[in-house]
């Protein structure tokens, strides 16, 4: 059980942790949930104003999102509340452990459901951008995974 509560309690972090670097590169311009808006569409890690799309890709990404929607909003809310309902629990006193790691249990699924649904309007939108296009996703998401790898190496020199 207590490997458990272990386990548990990393994934939760981790989740916290990459949730937090999606914040971090805060808002773009743009309507709540158009393109570049702060909607459950995006943050997904596409940087499609910088691509330079083409009207009817634009319209196709469009299309694709407005697919995806419902399922997305569904996902975030699920994960909202999960998270709220845990954070509850947490300050619960006196402490059920049992009724934390359920709650905990929750919002990890829920996160599973909100990256799978990520991952599938992510595999989607792919299918629009040229071959160029791709590459340019692709150095972009290096370049980020290099700036988060460098935070960390940074925050570590920091705490020795």
């Given amino acids: 059980m207590n490997r458990l509560r272990w386990l548990t309690a990393a994934v939760a972090v981790v989740a916290l942790l990459a949730g937090g670097l999606v914040y971090a590169q805060g808002p773009r311009p743009g309507p709540p949930g158009g393109p570049g808006g702060r909607g459950p569409l995006a943050g997904l890690g596409l940087p499609l104003r910088e691509l330079q799309l083409t009207a009817a890709q634009k319209e196709q990404v469009q299309q694709i999102r407005s697919r995806h929607d419902a399922q997305m909003r569904d996902a975030m809310t699920r994960l909202e509340t999960a998270r709220r309902a845990q954070v509850k629990a947490v300050e619960t006193v ?3 452990e049992a009724q934390i790691t359920s709650l ?3 919002m990890v699924q829920a996160e599973v459901d909100v990256a799978i649904q990520a991952s599938r309007l992510n595999s989607e ?3 629009v951008l040229t071959p160029d296009q ?3 996703v692709k150095k972009r998401r290096e370049e980020r995974q290099a700036r988060a790898d460098q935070w960390r190496d ?6 020795k």
């Fill in 125 to 127: 939108i792919w299918t």
């Fill in 94 to 96: 006196p402490a059920d």
């Fill in 134 to 136: 791709q590459a340019q």
């Fill in 104 to 106: 905990t249990q929750d």
């Fill in 154 to 159: 940074n925050r570590q020199q920091r705490r």
